[in-house]
């Protein structure tokens, strides 16, 4: 999925230096419990040699805590700004990176983006006939953002044996009762999607109220809805399904924006004015007139080169005559000059493995307007 990084512009703009650290924060076993125990000392010595300052290695002393309670895999990401953590996020599953500790003229946000490739946000609703609990999530994280218990009626909720009229009588006023709690739980449901930008609704929980739920939804949460089957709330396999269902529909939206973007840039291909480049001049270039709409590249394949991250427009550059007025910040690891290069022109970002762009292709960029003929590599 394409990340955004706009909401990090003010960070990226902010002089350094920037202490970034990229750990292992499992409390699973021994060896990262003896990791955690010596980690603070070698985190002192580690960022002393590269010349942080006392607040700046207090503060990531402080940060570089062990997850507890959090199930391994887990790995943290601090940076660490004038003695302060402006950015603390523990993020579960194996390290995606290198283990990391390092002082930089500016924020590598990489580890970030890849455990997080966007801020999907999603909606669990497991319901019954008079209760709903409405959980919002972000992609890539275990515990919920938002849990909304909703309380409907409980009187008269179940369906009265007795026979005759009073039976007859009784059964409307019962459905009368699910048909109202369904009411308030889907528009609860409705409010939190909306708020949110949910692009997924998922269902679990009594069948007839899943049906009434749907049924009561606006015509756009009724989109997103994905139903399970099972009666989550019970312990054991019906969760386990519940939660194989969401990952499972997740990585289908993840699938289905990448193959969006890549058709997308295979229709430009053989274009007389292609809205693409391909190749890290074409593509800095692009980055620096922010004629880049989504930025796509294999942070793999270019971890070993550089680029210059500059002060001010046009953030980035390949070698020092590109930086105009600019003042040079440093010379940094080319997927971190880049994403930063991104967010302050509001460019969206597109991590691939290797084999899904063109052979011999590294980055690529969907452009908001051509610019005529392609810019030469360098």
Known sequence: MTTNLQKYADLYRTP??????????????????????????????????????????????????????????????VLVHAGKAVVN??????PVLPERLAVEPVPDLLPLVKHRPEDLAYVVAE????????????AGARVPAIVQDVEGESEHVHKFHGGGWSELRFQHHTEDVWRRNADEVAGEIDRVARASGARLIVLAGDIRARGLVKDNLSEA???????????????????????????????ELWAEEQQAVMDRLAVQEGQANPEAAHG????????????????????????????????????????????LTAGILGEVPAPAALLRAAALTDARVLLVP????????????????SSGPDVPSS
């Not at 996020?89 to 194996?94: A, N």
């Not at 290797?354 to 307007?369: E, F, Q, S, T, Y």
Request: aromatic share 4%; with cysteine.
């Open 16 to 77: 350094g230096p920037w202490c970034t650290a990229y750990v292992d924060a499992g409390t699973g076993t021994v060896d990262t419990l003896e990791a955690g125990d010596v980690r603070a000392g070698n985190t002192r010595a580690r960022l002393e040699a590269q010349g942080a300052t006392s607040a700046d290695i207090e503060a990531m002393e402080q940060a570089l805590q062990p997850a507890a309670g959090i199930p391994s895999p887990v790995a943290r990401f």
């Open 89 to 94: 996020e523990v993020l579960p599953g194996d």
């Open 127 to 138: 319901v019954s006939r008079e209760h709903g609990e409405i959980r919002l999530y972000r």
């Open 221 to 251: 949460g009724r989109a997103l809805v994905s139903e399970v089957e099972s009666h989550t709330h019970t312990a054991g396999a019906g969760s386990a399904n519940l939660e194989d269902h969401v990952n499972q529909h997740v990585a």
């Open 280 to 323: 890290i001049g074409a593509v800095v270039h692009a980055l620096q007139q922010a004629q880049a709409d989504v930025l796509i590249f294999d942070d793999a394949a270019l971890s070993g080169r550089t680029l210059l991250a500059l002060d001010a427009e046009p953030w980035v550059a390949t070698a020092r005559e590109e930086a």
């Open 354 to 369: 290797g084999p899904v762009l063109p052979k011999g292709v590294h980055i690529a960029a969907l452009l908001r307007w």
